[in-house]
């Protein structure tokens, strides 16, 4: 059981660089999101998609884009990168439809932008 | 806007002891409370979730306290052991939403041997 997988683990870019982080999901879940996770601030919204081809944005949107053109994929772009996009990324999925609605995160992929 | 808010932000006891996090909230439409472990290098993981209709649930070593009318809860963990150093996040899930969690700024605990 994979649960959710994030590539890359790790990652250096520069200032006006783009990427794509990826994530995927074998548990078929409707529901996925990704967080990014800062010291002192928790884990914050950046976006989420109840299913495919349904995506909305979180609490800190600006600088990324997503898609989510398939169940089990939900890749975050990052078009223009910026220092303070410095962070640690965590997707996650649940059961849309799952009375607890526990996330299920991946390991998270640690971005650090010069 | 922080909805969800934790302390300490970190939290130093000795093995056998008890820790306890804290969390308020803001929002009173919040339907659904879990707490999240997450060890270095690893993503975050459901450890113990409440509704606001009970007032407490305990899961072995692990208790989740509840005050409605005051709208705080909290995390402790009884007979603490090093094996539970890790941080520690409080959320919450507004009624109706789908599925997203506001989480609190998160507790790093060290259980000392």
């Known amino acids: 059981n994979a649960g959710v997988t994030q590539t890359p683990k790790f990652q250096v870019l520069k200032t006006g660089q783009s990427m794509t982080l990826q994530c995927a999901q074998d548990m078929n879940h409707e529901y996925m999101s990704w967080y990014r996770q800062d010291p002192g601030m928790g884990l914050r919204l950046i976006h989420y998609s109840v299913g495919a081809g349904i995506t909305d944005q979180g609490e800190v949107p600006n600088g990324y884009n997503v898609s989510r053109s398939t169940t089990e994929d939900f890749p975050l772009r990052l078009l223009s990168a910026a220092p303070s996009q410095t962070s640690v990324y965590f997707c996650a999925s649940s059961e849309r439809g799952g009375h607890t609605g526990e996330l299920f995160f991946g390991e998270g992929s640690r971005l650090t932008v010069l | 806007q922080q909805q969800v808010k934790q302390s300490p932000q970190s939290l130093i006891v000795q093995k056998g002891g008890i820790s306890i996090i804290n969390c308020a909230y803001e929002n009173t439409a919040f339907d659904y409370f879990p707490w999240y472990q997450q060890f270095p290098g690893k993503g975050p993981a459901l450890l113990i979730a409440i509704r606001p209709d009970v007032s407490e649930k305990k899961e072995g070593r692990f208790t989740i306290s509840f005050n409605k009318s005051a709208k705080q809860f909290s995390l402790h963990i009884m007979d603490s052991q090093p094996g539970d150093s890790a941080t520690y996040f409080c959320?919450?899930?507004?009624?109706?939403?789908?599925?997203?969690?506001?989480f609190g700024s998160g507790t790093q605990l060290t259980v000392l041997p």
């Open positions: 959320a919450a899930r507004a009624t109706g939403s789908a599925r997203q969690l506001t």
